[in-house]
């Protein structure tokens, strides 16, 4: 993680440090985080991340030589769909739904701020 943060950058803003401190900071988008270290960002089992990615709901994700590793996109997505699930009592499949649909208007949005609207 460092401090400063630029526009190509996806932040993970609020994780919790092994003291319980918030920890603040943005993640490279080369970086690729293990199921341990999403999970313990999204504050979940690593058995939820694994459940989610059986069913397709990580895009994002891959798994190189049997052992999953995640974009900062996919930690992003990850969190989205945990607080779905847990503010709105969503099934994980709604949850998916809604951070994809978060994610287009992230991205509308960040074109319009590019380009100027049409």
Do not use: K
């Amino acid at each position: 993680m460092r401090e400063n943060h630029s526009e190509n950058d996806s932040t993970a803003d609020g994780e919790r440090g092994s003291g319980g401190e918030i920890l603040t900071g943005s993640l490279l988008e080369e970086s690729w985080l293990t199921v341990e270290q999403v999970a313990a960002a999204c504050t979940v089992d690593p058995d939820w991340l694994l459940r989610h990615l059986e069913e397709g709901l990580l895009p994002g994700a891959e798994s190189v030589a049997g052992i999953w590793r995640f974009s900062a996109g996919s930690l992003q997505r990850a969190r989205r769909m945990r607080q779905l699930e847990r503010d709105f009592d969503a099934i994980p499949e709604l949850a998916a739904l809604v951070a994809d649909l978060l994610e287009e208007m992230d991205d509308m949005r960040l074109r319009l701020r590019r380009y100027g609207p049409p």
